[in-house]
């Protein structure tokens, strides 16, 4: 049965939604459940939950990383060895074989330097990337990076490729998934340096590549992976997540502001909006996958609710059973012994 | 009076959507209008307009750049001292004096190539930048740039920040606009080598500096003016005009496969959805100006209609008014000096 560790310190709202939505992952999915973080704010929510015949257990962890932990300063937190916060601790038991996926909705900076340091790269693995799941005209694309890289080599690039290639097939369930380069341009030749010298990578590569992808691909749907460096990859997520945040909020102020026709309708239409809203929602997706490190990390929106933390362990402990780290291992390892 | 050269083989639709809106536009605005393309194409549909009273002539040009026209096939076109196809006799006209701007919906790329080197650049602008107006939840920004220069060096970063600035003050009436750096985080800091370089540059200039912003704070309308290189800028308006779609679109696929009850709802919102669409609309926006080359040019979207037209010649003849090239000028003159 999958391991899955939960950092009980990790959103927003802690320890409430993450204690909640681990229990409710316990209850639908059979997973077993590791909660790390203060043992005494745990302990109430767990015990106001009903637990029965689920297997659940605390792993006391006193301190916890925040907003303010970063530069130096949480690298050193990062690598000490007797480090007492939540991400530290919980990550450790991913690495010493005690649980099979961390998943938290912390500091996302925290999640990606913590298990970078602590887990160490897949064998042959330059730069680990985080890579979220966006919503599309057609279902979902893996984008990466989104922030761990700001700046790439080619081969990096190449290698967010491998890893985000296997990802989906594994986990999100696509069959020869296609891979496209984030470009200002969808015609062969058009991109920065970085881009233009990563293509004949991909191209001489077993990967189902696409070629290059607009914005406008991915969103609409062209491919299943989307590979670009991390500074791009974030300004592109934020962009997308405000553009979303703006027309909703619009809406509701058009509605909320409007004749009485347009509020009855505005009533009307209310499921059909929270569709849309699902839609978008980060929550839905559960949380981002960290690729390349050498073990199953996931990082969820700092703003998750019970629900969302559900979510990510779904999509942990589904990355569990199909043992997706050890497919990357040896596609990884494929790559290296073609490219000799 | 400003007179406005009008590209008539530019939208899509060429050449009813350019010349009727070039047409409204001379009525509206009371600008001069020279219509240049292909006579035979042009003057039936202007015959079928009213335009008593209007300062409205064609010039002949028998050719027309198209998206075939790309690479050193466009360059060669845009370079050659005879061309004949619209944007070229179009962009000499303001060149020899004869005109004050030029706007076309054609082809983005054409358009750039031919300005650069047929109007050349403002003396000590290294890179011009094409700098569309972006909505934003607070009005709108000026983003910079977004597809001319896909490598940049700090200081082109620093030049796109006094042109938008200029631009944001003069044209779009923004008193001491705000100008942001996009990057991967608010914090100072945060960034690809490229930002963190420009950083220093920003922060010793006389501009508004308000610091990096994520996309989130550009749609959130925290700046008047973001800077970027031409890659990350062009897959941001890509991604966010791409979620904007995505979204209106899938609004309309549920009310039209919702209930009676969403369908009556949908019917009731529809003018407030018109309101967003026309939030989002670029053609509201009129076109993208062209900053740093020694010359107005202005190039809107390939699906302009009239009225995208007719907007795009409002804001030309408004630059020409408030006379922002010479104010640019001396912005970047003033910066090299106080570089010495």
Redesign the interface.
């Known amino acids: 049965m999958a391991r899955i560790v939960v950092d009980a310190m990790g959103s927003d709202n802690y320890p409430v939604p993450d204690v909640e939505g681990a229990v409710l992952a316990a209850r639908e999915f059979g997973a077993e459940i590791v909660l790390v973080g203060d043992e005494a704010l745990i302990k109430p929510v767990l015990d106001s939950q009903n637990t029965d015949g689920l297997k659940i257990r605390i792993v006391h962890a006193p301190e916890m990383l925040t907003m303010e932990d970063?530069?130096e300063n949480l690298v050193l937190k990062a690598r000490a060895k007797d480090a007492k916060n939540s991400m530290a601790v919980g990550i450790d038991l991913v690495k010493n074989g005690e649980a099979d996926a961390f998943v938290s909705a912390g500091n996302t900076g925290a999640g990606m330097v913590t298990a970078l340091f602590r887990l160490g790269r897949i064998r042959g693995v330059d730069r680990p990337a985080l890579a979220p799941i966006f919503?599309?005209?057609t279902g979902t694309c893996v984008v990466l990076d989104i922030?761990a890289n700001?700046?790439c080599k080619p081969e990096n690039l190449y290698q967010f490729g491998i890893l985000g290639s296997i990802y989906a097939e594994k986990v999100r369930g696509v069959k020869n998934p296609k891979v496209g380069l984030?470009?200002?341009?969808e015609?062969e030749?058009?991109?920065?340096?970085l881009?233009k010298a990563a293509t004949p990578l991909f191209k001489a590569s077993k990967l189902n590549y696409f070629g290059n992808v607009?914005?406008?691909e991915?969103?609409?749907g062209k491919v299943d992976v989307a590979v670009?460096?991390?500074?791009?990859g974030?300004?592109?997520?934020?962009?997308?997540?405000?553009?979303?945040?703006?027309?909703?909020?619009?809406?509701r102020e058009?509605?909320k502001n409007?004749s009485i026709?347009?509020k009855?309708?505005?009533?009307?239409?209310?499921?059909?909006?929270g569709?849309?809203k699902k839609?978008?929602d980060p929550s839905e997706q559960g949380a981002a996958p960290m690729l390349g490190v050498n073990g199953l990390v996931f990082i969820g929106h700092g703003r998750s609710d019970a629900i969302a933390i559900k979510n990510a362990v779904r999509v942990a402990k589904h990355a569990v059973d199909v043992n997706v780290l050890d497919a990357m291992k040896s596609a990884i390892e494929a790559s290296l012994r073609s490219a000799e």
């Open positions: 970063k530069g919503p599309t005209a922030g700001p700046d984030v470009s200002n341009g015609e030749g058009k991109g920065n340096e881009v607009e914005g406008k991915v969103i609409g670009t460096d991390g500074f791009t974030n300004v592109m997520l934020k962009s997308s997540e405000a553009v979303a945040k703006l027309i909703t909020d619009k809406i058009i509605i409007g026709i347009t009855v309708g505005g009533l009307l239409v209310k499921p059909a909006l569709e849309i839609l978008l």
